[in-house]
């Protein structure tokens, strides 16, 4: 059975459809990314199969329970870390882990044994003590992931775990959602983050503007939009020159100016020495070569028209109500 099923889901706001008939499914046990810009109705879908929103059509369930006719049963086998972390900043870390083992129905000495369990494997046992106001961006993500799984839930929800994080602080949530995802624990996991996608998820979705535009693995995904391509520039030779003779050996694109020359190969970095042998024997120098392979970027450009990092406002309106909500 699919952790997650979800067919025909929206969510309206007043007269705005910020969620327009969602379709996907995501198998047991794998990391499924759910990838768009802010405002594209990634986080009113969450809030949707975490129970937070009711849906205004279609349906979904999540470990076999109806989202919304089986909120209870829902909740009981989720753990949610939503973009916003609900910490009490006057709570230590270890009163705030122990509160939700408490919430959860765990007896107390179990409680006290997971909590200090989660906190080591957070790497948070020396703040443990501390008031939570004290804490960094990073560790707060890292303590909201710990509450989230103080239940040891089947399907844990990520929402943006690592925006505003610095890289250091980012590559530990990695780490970390990888060791649970090896260990059984389905992960949906929402972002903005290309390369965050790209490194994590076995499955990708692509939303925009409340609309799934593409789904499939990462590699799946990027291989629709074409193949890798050879980027060069010359020390000196003739540009047009240049271009004749790599044409021998890929596919020439549109450059991006006059000094580039783009070239498409099959067999990405195999076809580099051919390139550059080429151009020697036809006694052109190179001033720099770089490979280029499709990105899910180029996907989000492809199926939407502009870049994931662009019209951040579109659609900000909805996921504003979503989150007011």
Aim: hydrophobic share 40%; net charge negative.
């Amino acid at each position: 059975m699919p952790a997650i099923v979800v067919e025909k889901l929206e969510r309206t706001f007043d007269d705005v459809l910020a969620v327009r008939g969602v379709d996907l499914e995501v198998d047991e046990g794998e990391i499924y990314g759910f990838l768009g810009p802010n405002g594209a109705g990634k986080t009113t879908t969450v809030r949707m199969l975490t129970t937070l929103l009711l849906p205004t059509g279609g349906r979904a369930t999540v470990a076999g329970h109806d989202v919304a006719r089986e909120a209870r049963a829902v909740r009981a086998t989720i753990g949610v870390a939503l973009q916003e972390a609900a910490l009490d900043p006057l709570m230590t870390g270890r009163e705030l882990i122990r509160l939700q083992a408490t919430l959860q129905g765990l007896p107390n000495a179990e409680g006290r044994r997971r909590a200090d369990a989660l906190l080591e494997r957070v790497d948070l046992v020396e703040a443990a003590d501390r008031r939570v106001g004290t804490y960094s961006g990073g560790m707060k993500r890292r303590l909201d992931l710990a509450a989230a799984l103080v239940h040891e839930p089947r399907v844990l929800f990520l929402d943006e775990p690592t925006t505003g994080l610095d890289p250091v602080s980012r590559k530990t949530i990695w780490e970390e959602v990888q060791t649970l995802n090896d260990e059984g624990t389905t992960v949906f996991l929402t972002t903005q983050y290309l390369e965050e996608a790209d490194q994590l998820a076995d499955n990708v979705a692509i939303i925009d503007r409340g609309t799934i535009v593409a789904e499939g693995t990462p590699e799946a995904l990027k291989a629709q939009i074409g193949k890798p391509h050879i980027q060069l520039q010359l020390a000196e030779g003739s540009i047009a020159r240049a271009e004749e003779v790599c044409a021998t050996v890929g596919s020439l694109l549109p450059p991006r100016d006059a000094k580039t020359i783009l070239v498409e190969v099959e067999n990405g970095a195999g076809d580099i020495a051919k390139v550059v042998r080429a151009l020697d024997e036809a006694g052109i120098a190179v001033d720099s070569l770089e490979l280029v392979k499709p990105t899910l970027d180029d996907v989000f450009v492809a199926k939407t028209g502009h870049h994931i990092e662009k019209d951040e406002e579109a659609g900000a309106e909805q996921e504003a109500e979503a989150v007011e909500a």
